[in-house]
């Protein structure tokens, strides 16, 4: 089972940048999509961006021209560049390649 753990998360306020980074335990590359999901409490997890193996990315509309999403096969991580946060885009956001992470708080205030 790959492990995953997602870092860089935090307080930052709206228009600011934060880059969420997802370390997996082992080679990657072999998965044909990974993501970034975000969730609130009571609430379900929604897409935020996936990257597929050959290179394509999808956004969610809410992120488009903010987020981007990225992947390092020789370090087996996948990062969500977020920049003009804004306080909507408050959450604990997960990583998913094959598995879930434990989630990482993201908080914008305004």
């Known amino acids: 089972q790959v492990q995953l753990v997602e870092s860089g998360g935090g307080l930052v306020q709206a228009g600011g940048s934060l880059r969420l980074s997802c370390a997996a335990s082992?080679?990657?590359?072999?998965?044909?999509?990974m993501g970034w999901y975000r969730q609130l409490p009571g609430k379900q997890r929604d897409l935020v961006a996936a990257l597929t193996k050959n290179g394509s990315t999808s956004y969610a509309d809410s992120v488009k021209g903010r987020f981007t999403i990225s992947r390092d096969n020789a370090k087996n991580t996948v990062d969500l560049q977020m920049n003009s946060l804004k306080p909507d885009d408050t959450a604990v956001y997960y990583c998913?390649?094959?598995?879930w992470g434990q989630g990482t708080q993201v908080t914008v205030s305004s």
């Open positions: 082992e080679n990657i590359y072999g998965f044909g999509v």
């Open positions: 998913a390649v094959g598995y």
